[in-house]
């Protein structure tokens, strides 16, 4: 899907001042990152030479801070990449995609001649744990966008054992965003040979310009989906900063204090008048209006608030009536709760 | 092909003061570039904010600089990925391929399961033009990689309308270092509606960091190919690099000037008893050693003079005894007109 995701701030022409409709969290500044790309940018080289044919050194360093092996990891121009060249990799195959949810597996699962299934997880453990027979690639987003809601990992452990011969491709892009248990780059390499763990750099260092996103699982696995890479994928100065961001101390951020605001957003939306807002274990939520249409909504806020959010009409099983919102600092999410309130009284 | 390409200079722990290895000039600075990246990282959200679905600025500025709509023009993050994503758009086409030439191609369609053929050109004009039937794809590279040898454009011309069921990709990422004849875009666009023209701002503008490169073609053939690109192709730094060099005066670069050194340094090296130099019509050309192989001679350029050529002995049709050199500034020619005679006389 190329239209319609968040972050579509170049559609207005009025500046947003508060942009909730990227999962991406304004608490984390990319000022240090700025400033080494600034000095690095004053050697000839930095840009005037190829990048590696692959990004080894960038694989190596991530390799040593998850305690895995180079063979481990797979660095992509963004998790979005990766999704891609997984579904190339398995062309033609049967994929099976826990819905709703982000909708670039679907497009490149079926850009790469996939047969596309939907699941719904229903909540009853062992229907859900019962994979079709003829699926070859399970894709699930934990946390999910956009509900926000991370799978017990018990579950997730066993669905994945339960079904070897099925390849299940776990995107963990908000990792960084919940409290709750998630797989381990380590423990799938160790115990799940069927995994594949999607991670973005994006968003845990806020930095979603600079295309730059992994995969971590099993060598065997791994080795067959890097066949599939093209040369010089990953540009010079989207490396260095994947360097930079993994030598330095991470930018001070507190995530409770994150999902302590988020659980007060959350609150205060549920008291306005025809808002259900879902429960999330991370920052980010779902919202159904009662009456009214997210698309209306959305102009509204850009056009006379210089607010963004994420119409979610078009995630597949969602319909007209929402939107997703991440949690921001505390000044904009009043901003955004009196912009709604108004809204929704009028 | 992963490793085997130029400008492999990593691999090296002597630095290396003369690069002719890729075919990119050290002739042409990319220090405005350099200021004006710099001076955008100042932003925060210059790579804090995702970067456009699909470079629509970058295209609709290119659109305009070729005299072409929009629609003509696929911004690609380099021309490999252009490569790559044509070969994924015809998946499972049969692709023929005039070689020797850049690897890329048989292994981008090969990668997409292509049937993959091999075409060599023999001078004889009705024999050439004879496309093989169940021929889908034909792959031109034109200034040719790695002889240097650009085609007849009425050649070009007449086996692109004889054979109007066949889509012709045809690379130009080397056309500005030619004064032989090529297809401008705006001529594909007018009249050969079966024509993709491939080029490189890498090349042009010496930026290979920074991944760069775009199609122009047909609207109706390049809405088709634009249907397989995944949402932020190209990442924020790369494609306000390409509004910036677009916007600015080219840097001074003299085209004649380069071409007389490549004939300086082409007489040089015929005069050294063992080398054949083919002809070239631009700045780079193949050598044939008559004894020693280029592997061999590689590391010693490398390890005793700090000198970087591209071994090309694994170029399809070509053996251990070519290699490659791309013309440098005449001090640096000097250098390894100097070395090769030393090696080729011990």
Same mark, same amino acid.
């Given at each position: 899907m190329i239209e319609g995701h968040g972050d579509d701030l170049y559609r207005y022409e009025r500046p947003i001042?508060?942009?909730?409709?990227?999962?991406?969290?304004?608490?984390?500044?990319?000022k240090r990152l700025r400033r080494h790309l600034s000095r690095l940018l004053q050697q000839e080289d930095c840009i005037g030479s190829y990048p590696e044919p692959q990004p080894y050194s960038l694989e190596k360093a991530l390799a040593g801070k998850l305690h895995v092996d180079v063979r481990n990891v797979c660095v992509t121009s963004g998790a979005t990449a990766a999704i891609y060249l997984i579904a190339q990799t398995f062309h033609g195959s049967t994929s099976a995609i826990v819905q709703p949810t982000f909708a670039e597996y679907a497009d490149a699962a079926g850009m790469s001649a996939h047969r596309v299934l939907s699941k719904y997880l229903t909540g009853n453990e062992e229907a859900d744990l019962c994979i079709e027979e003829g699926v070859h690639l399970v894709w699930i987003c934990n946390p999910n966008n956009p509900t926000g809601v991370v799978l017990p990992k018990d579950f997730l452990k066993r669905i994945c054992q339960e079904n070897p011969d099925v390849v299940f491709v776990i995107d963990?892009?908000?990792?960084?965003?919940?409290q709750k248990a998630l797989f381990t780059s380590k423990e799938v390499v160790d115990n799940h040979p069927n995994v594949l763990l999607l991670h973005s750099m994006t968003k845990h260092f806020a930095v979603p310009g600079i295309r730059l996103g992994y995969i971590t699982g099993a060598a065997s696995l791994l080795d067959h989906v890097k066949t599939h890479r093209m040369p010089w994928s990953v540009g010079r100065l989207a490396s260095e900063s994947g360097l930079f961001l993994l030598s330095e101390?991470? #930018?001070?951020? &507190?995530l409770a204090e994150l999902l302590r605001e988020s659980q007060f957003l959350r609150d205060e939306l549920r008291k306005i008048a025809g808002l259900e807002v879902w429960q999330s274990d991370t920052h980010f939520m779902l919202v159904r209006m009662r009456y009214g249409n997210a698309k209306a909504l959305k102009e509204y806020l850009a056009e006379e608030h210089g607010i963004l959010i994420r119409d979610?009409?078009?995630? #597949?099983?969602? &319909?007209?009536?929402f939107f997703r919102v991440a949690t921001q600092q505390h000044p904009h999410n009043i901003l955004l709760i009196e912009a709604l309130r108004q809204w929704m009284e009028s």
């Open positions: 001042i508060a942009n909730f409709s990227s999962n991406v969290y304004d608490g984390i500044s990319n963990q892009s908000y990792e960084d965003f919940t101390e991470p #930018e001070p951020f &507190d979610a009409s078009n995630f #597949e099983g969602l &319909d007209e009536h």
